[in-house]
């Protein structure tokens, strides 16, 4: 079992719907979450970061936490073209591994016209 | 903003070259980390580091190695570069702490003939 897993699509939403992207965890000492957007040919770029159960918002941009269930999720509301990118799924754990991040393989989202 | 840089963009190397990649972060992190991305296998780290003079292995140390004689500085470094090398390479920097995500410098593809 992979420690983070994401389908990886495509996803493929209209313009202005909303794009929802789901990610979960193996290790239940996970403490931190973050999502990634990665435009093709370019680097990885922190978009969002939870750490606590529930819901966090920035704008467009809702991530969502259930830790019983081991289930991040990240929310795109009004869909637009420029949203059309690889979403990573990244896990930090407090214990171990120091600081390391682990990271899914991406769910690729495209928006349509 | 905290900005990670890499010293080439592209490169292009010969089989039994001996490769450096550069990578400066102007924050003082303590963390550095140096990860290769290919197409279906996402992200895989290579060598992560937490200090001057540390340095630790990832999943995929064969073939690489690492220097960090500089907080800012963190070099790659392919003893003798084979064409399965040929990759994304992506340097990353954090703070200590398991709420901090990582920063990405912009990359640098390898091609190795």
């Known amino acids: 079992q992979k420690e983070v897993e994401q389908n990886s699509g495509p996803l493929s939403v209209p313009e202005g719907a909303i794009a929802s992207l789901n990610c979960t965890y193996s290790d239940r000492v996970s403490q931190s979450f973050f999502w990634y957007r990665q435009y093709s040919g370019k680097s990885p770029e922190l978009i969002m970061s939870?750490?606590?159960?529930g819901d966090k918002e920035d704008g467009r941009f809702t991530a969502q936490l259930n830790k019983a269930s081991q289930y991040v999720s990240l929310l795109i509301r009004d869909s637009q073209p420029s949203d059309s990118a690889t979403y990573l799924c990244a896990v930090k754990k407090l214990t171990g591994g120091g600081n390391k991040l682990t990271f899914g393989t991406g769910t690729q989202l495209k928006v349509e016209l | 903003d905290v900005k990670v840089t890499q010293s080439s963009r592209y490169l292009v190397k010969r089989t039994g070259e001996k490769v450096f990649l550069e990578c400066v972060q102007d924050?003082?992190?303590?963390?550095m980390f140096w990860y290769r991305q290919d197409p279906g296998l996402g992200l895989r780290l290579i060598y992560f580091s937490y200090d001057v003079k540390m340095k630790e292995k990832g999943d995929i140390p064969e073939g690489y190695s690492v220097s960090r004689e500089k907080k800012e500085r963190f070099s790659l470094i392919l003893e003798s570069a084979s064409t399965n090398q040929t990759s994304m390479y992506l340097c990353?920097?954090?703070?200590?702490?398991?709420?901090?995500?990582?920063?990405f410098g912009s990359g640098t593809r390898l091609t190795v003939v």
């Open positions: 990353a920097s954090s703070n200590r702490g398991s709420y901090y995500g990582y920063t």
């Open positions: 939870i750490y606590s159960n």
């Open positions: 924050m003082d992190h303590e963390n």
